[in-house]
C-alpha cells in the first residue's frame, strides 16, 4: 500500500516551459488535492477534486490546471511557467471531502529560472 | 477571513524536557482542526484530528487539546526522533474542501 504518490521528485523549468505533475493513491479515495508550500506561507490549494469527473479551484489557481484522469489519478498542468511558480507541490486525497484528515504525497520540488 | 497562528516559530527542547505549540485559529463554525508533522523534504504526516471544544487525542509523546479559540500540541518527555515540523490546519463551515494551514513551528530536540 504505497498511499499518495507523485513524479517526478525534482524538476527545473525555464520561464514559458510546460508539464505535468502526476499523482496517484491507492486508499480508494474520493477527493483529491493539490497544494503548493512557499517559506512563510504555509500550504495553500491550488486545486481540488470532490469526486472523479469533478474539480475545483483553491486558493491559488492561476497560471494551473488539473485534470482528474480517475479515481486514482489527479495531474496537475503548468502551461507556460513562470518564477513565482518556484516551490514544492504536495497532492493529497481524502476518503470524501468535509472535515476529514488528508493524506499527502512526498511532494515535487519546482524551480523555474 | 479564516487564519491560523502558530507559535512558537521554532522551539529547541532537551531530551526529555516537555512543552507544548500552540495554534490560534479564527474560523467561522469549525468543522475539524488537524496536526501534522513534516520531516525535512517530505510530504505532511497525519496525526489527530479535533471536532469540538474540549476534545482530545492521544499518540505515544504527543497529546493534541482543543478550546474555542486554540489547539496545543503537548509534547512530553520528547526524544530526537520527535525533532519535525508540526503544522496545524483547520477546515470552517463555509469551505468544505478547503484546509487552512498556519506556518508550522520547528522543534528541535537535542540528545
Known amino acids: 500500500n504505497a498511499g499518495v504518490t507523485q513524479t517526478p521528485k525534482f524538476q527545473v523549468l525555464k520561464t514559458g516551459q510546460s508539464m505535468t505533475l502526476q499523482c496517484a493513491q491507492d486508499?480508494?479515495?474520493?477527493?483529491m488535492y493539490w497544494y503548493r508550500q512557499d517559506p512563510g506561507m504555509g500550504l495553500r490549494l491550488i486545486y481540488y477534486s470532490a469526486s472523479e469527473g469533478t474539480t475545483d479551484k483553491g486558493e491559488v489557481p492561476n497560471g494551473y490546471n488539473v485534470s482528474r484522469l480517475n479515481k486514482r489519478e489527479f495531474s496537475l498542468r503548468l502551461e507556460s511557467a513562470a518564477p513565482s511558480q518556484t516551490s514544492v507541490y504536495f497532492c493529497a486525497s481524502s476518503a470524501i471531502t468535509g472535515a476529514y484528515e488528508q493524506y499527502f504525497g512526498p511532494g515535487t520540488r519546482l524551480t523555474v529560472t | 477571513e479564516d487564519q491560523v497562528t502558530q507559535s512558537p516559530e521554532a522551539l529547541r527542547l532537551q531530551e526529555g524536557e516537555s512543552s507544548s505549540l500552540n495554534c490560534s485559529y479564527t474560523?467561522?463554525?469549525?468543522?475539524?482542526l488537524f496536526w501534522y508533522r513534516q520531516d525535512p523534504g517530505k510530504g505532511p504526516e497525519f496525526l489527530f484530528t479535533?471536532?469540538?471544544a474540549g476534545e482530545e487525542k492521544e499518540k505515544e509523546r504527543l497529546k493534541a487539546t482543543l478550546t474555542k479559540k486554540e489547539s496545543f500540541l503537548h509534547i512530553t518527555a520528547p526524544k530526537p526522533e520527535d525533532s519535525a515540523t508540526y503544522l496545524c490546519?483547520?477546515?470552517?463551515?463555509?469551505?468544505?474542501?478547503?484546509?487552512?494551514f498556519g506556518t508550522g513551528t520547528l522543534l528541535a530536540v537535542q540528545p
Open positions: 479535533l471536532y469540538s
Open positions: 490546519a483547520v477546515q470552517g463551515a463555509g469551505a468544505t474542501n478547503k484546509l487552512i
Open positions: 486508499m480508494n479515495h474520493n477527493s
Open positions: 474560523v467561522s463554525g469549525l468543522r475539524g
